[in-house]
């Protein structure tokens, strides 16, 4: 299960990737938000969810709005991790709990947030300590890049 953060890991001022990133807007609770992307990262998630290797979860304060962010970057729809708006305090709670909930269910654990993924400590050694998790918190500016899409594959591979 891969639980995917939309705002610093897909949605960033710099996606880099080596092309023109694109740009849109979604809206979420009546407001209107600029999105800037890069299309080849776009293409390498819809490539693992049609495949089928990984199921992609949105773990992100966009949930309750995902089909905008489905449709401005043309992805089927994936599974929410929550369906209500939330407080960025409620959001990230929620986020560590579909976190330990998918390994609690025995499924392995990719998780992509700029800001809440733990890069070390005791949460980190918790969900990492079977090496069923793979947790990556990519620059807020420049997101998922090729590098980390090589290690979800190669994760999602064995």
């Known amino acids: 299960m891969w639980l995917l953060d939309v705002d610093g890991v897909i949605n960033v001022s710099r996606p880099g990737w080596g092309a023109a990133p694109r740009s849109g807007y979604a809206f ?5 938000y600029r999105m800037r992307w890069a299309p080849a990262l776009i293409d390498r998630i819809r ?4 495949a089928g290797t990984v199921e992609i979860c949105w773990c ?3 949930c309750p709005d995902a089909e905008e962010v489905e449709r401005l970057f043309t992805l089927p729809r994936l599974e929410r991790a929550w369906s209500d708006h939330l407080t960025a305090t409620a959001a990230t709670a929620a986020k560590l709990a579909a976190a330990r909930q998918v390994l609690a269910h025995g499924r392995r ?7 809440e993924v733990p890069t070390c400590g005791i949460v980190h050694d918790e969900l990492t300590h079977a090496g069923q ?3 990556i918190a990519p620059s807020p500016r420049r997101g998922l890049q090729p590098d980390h899409m090589n290690a979800i594959e190669a994760f999602v591979s064995w």
Request: charged share 20%; aromatic share 10%.
């Open 28 to 32: 979420s609770a009546g407001e209107e």
């Open 133 to 135: 998790a793979l947790l």
């Open 60 to 62: 992100s304060t966009w």
């Open 109 to 115: 654990l990719i998780w992509t947030d700029d800001v």
């Open 47 to 50: 490539a693992l969810h049609h």
